[in-house]
């Protein structure tokens, strides 16, 4: 190719960039901000993460601001960014129950939430430091407490649809996810939410359908908040068995100090799996978390070469259960046992991602402090326990001296 057409080829290039960069400059002038200020309506499950857009604002606005209120016209709203319009926080160094200024980061003028809580549930908005208002989120995030699991093999089906005179209470169902397993049996599930509908909500609310919000909603008028409580979202579970995809990619370095030691005669042992060794104490509870996993992913734990399935180990399943998945897709050990030593194996997007060897000890070989939360409620209940008795004492003390006096002085008896 001669250099002629290279520099023809580059020049293409390089316009068609400048052309991708000017579209995307463009955006918000393609998207006018409404004259009113709507809100757009959406729900998730409590611990995960999602991201708000800022579709419209002034060209001449260089950066926007984000805002958040419990309730529309409340006095107390929060500043959810510095007022240059960025906040940066790795969503790996979140965890659940962190503060909601803690939770968040501001990347091309959208906000970003991760591991939200039901108290981030509430009105965001995007605006400027001034407080000019251009778009606006109604966002409900529902609890994963009490969530009602159905599963398919065993011909369950999901909670029956609600009616209240002109209320209709129903739960919307997210596509599948996928088999959590390759090779063997697995399983796989769709998130169910919270939805009704009712010619009585608030005007200002976008809906996707006639009338149609999540649970929720501020949009929801107060009267009709308490008839929908006890719908809880649900989660529809069924089984599944799709083939392994050939994942051996071994680098072409690694690969020939590899090939140069097994010449020599000692081929070295490379662990198919990252493997983490963790010793807990006897007796102890345990929770473990597969790396780099969300509540929307379809996660899965293996102990050695036994399969937890949902059937059996999900949360809610048997209420004396001591080994038990969460529905944010965490294995908790609940006062270990000798018998919980073993290899907990991670699976992620039907992918065996991790390896937990544990090991339990019957000695503590580590010094109580007061970070530890047992050595604080330890502490907490001796000191209690010490107030008790010593109000106990002084009664005591209190009422023999008041019969003394009374005998000793009769007079001074009323």
Request: proline share 5%.
């Amino acid at each position: 190719m001669s250099l002629a057409h290279i520099t023809v080829l580059l020049w293409a290039w390089g316009s068609l960039q400048a052309f991708e960069i000017v579209e995307k400059e463009n955006i918000f002038q393609k998207t006018p901000c409404p004259a009113f200020l709507m809100f757009d309506n959406a729900a998730y499950l409590a611990d995960m993460s999602f991201e708000l857009p800022c579709h419209c604002k002034p060209e001449e606005v260089p950066a926007v601001v984000w805002y958040y209120q419990k309730h529309l016209g409340s006095s107390h709203t929060r500043v959810l960014t510095d007022f240059d319009g960025r906040l940066l926080t790795e969503a790996a160094q979140v965890r659940a129950g962190s503060d909601m200024l803690l939770r968040f980061s501001i990347r091309m003028f959208s906000l970003l939430v991760f591991r939200a809580q039901p108290e981030d549930s509430g009105l965001y908005f995007c605006g400027t430091r001034r407080g000019d208002y251009f778009y606006a989120y109604d966002i409900d995030i529902q609890s994963s407490e009490g969530m009602v699991a159905s599963f398919k093999d065993k011909g369950q089906e999901p909670l029956a649809d609600e009616h209240h005179g002109n209320l209709h209470v129903f739960t919307t169902f997210w596509e599948w996810t996928p088999c959590d397993r390759c090779g063997v049996l697995g399983e796989q599930w769709r998130i169910g939410l919270c939805y009704l509908q009712s010619p009585d909500l608030s005007p200002r609310y976008h809906k996707t359908l006639p009338d149609v919000v999540s649970c929720g909603s501020r949009a929801v008028p107060r009267k009709l908040r308490t008839k929908v409580k006890a719908h809880t979202p649900e989660l529809l579970v069924q089984s599944c068995l799709v083939p392994c995809e050939n994942r051996n990619r071994i680098k072409e370095g690694v690969l020939a100090i590899y090939n140069y030691i097994s010449k020599v005669g000692s081929k070295p042992w490379v662990p198919k799996l990252p493997i983490q060794f963790h010793q807990q104490k006897l007796g102890h509870g345990l929770i473990i978390s597969c790396p780099g996993a969300r509540p929307e992913h379809a996660v899965a734990w293996d102990k050695d070469h036994q399969h937890l399935y949902r059937t059996q180990y999900l949360k809610g399943v048997n209420r004396s259960m001591r080994v038990f998945i969460d529905h944010g897709n965490q294995l908790h050990i609940r006062f270990t046992q000798l018998s919980d030593r073993g290899t907990y194996y991670c699976w992620r997007q039907g992918v065996r991602i991790a390896g937990f060897r544990l090991g339990v000890t019957t000695r503590a070989r580590h010094l109580a402090s007061l970070s530890d939360p047992e050595t604080r409620s330890a502490v907490e209940l001796t000191l209690i326990g010490y107030l008790l008795i010593t109000a106990a004492f002084v009664t005591i003390h209190l009422c023999r001296c008041c019969c003394y006096l009374f005998r000793c002085c009769p007079k001074c008896a009323p």
